[in-house]
């Protein structure tokens, strides 16, 4: 007898370690489209000759912006579980978290979006928390590995029994309570 191939996909351990990444990542989200947006970063210097006044909304303001800082801390827990228990983390997460400071990249809050078309279409954020820049190219044929068809996972055999043949009359659920 051949032995029988180990079922496909995670096992009930890396379960709660994908459950405790993925509250981490909505954790993470949530706290920063709590916070108010962080300006872009700009290259002049303040000036510092002209006096603010400083008002309840500023208060509230420096208040939520101490969530920016905790959303970092989530992102950098998940990447460093990830990383200690080798789990690969999905490209759509890592596509919307900074690498440089682990800012989640919130369009208009956190980041900036652009396209360019030379010299090859791409896709540009740019992170208001740190000033960098990731592109992604626009490739009609490209598709990301964890979106191909074939690395989907397949049934396993033993539920193809349950699915009725072409010669078998499928049996409706009111004549299988009836005894029919």
């Known amino acids: 007898m051949a032995k029988k191939k180990a079922p496909q996909g995670p096992g009930p351990q890396q379960l709660q370690i994908y459950q405790r990444m ?41 208040a939520s912006q101490d969530l920016h800082p905790l959303a970092r801390y989530y992102n950098t827990n998940m990447k460093k579980i990830g990383r200690r228990l080798v789990i690969r983390v999905d490209p759509h ?23 360019k078309s030379k010299p090859e279409p791409a896709i540009v954020n740019l992170c208001h928390a740190c000033g960098s820049q990731r592109s992604y190219l626009l490739k009609e044929d490209h598709t990301l590995c964890i979106d191909r068809p074939d690395r989907l996972l397949q049934p396993p055999q033993d539920d193809v029994d349950l699915l009725p043949t072409k010669g078998q009359p499928e049996v409706s659920s009111v004549q299988q309570q009836q005894g029919m």
């Open 93 to 115: 997460i890592k596509r919307s978290i900074c690498k440089r400071c682990d800012t989640p990249l919130l369009p208009v809050t956190t980041s900036t979006t652009r396209s």
């Open 22 to 62: 993925n509250f981490l990542y909505q954790a993470a989200t949530l706290m920063s489209s709590l916070a108010r947006p962080i300006p872009p970063t700009s290259t002049s210097p303040p000036k510092k000759h002209i006096k603010q006044k400083c008002s309840k909304t500023d208060i509230k303001w420096q």
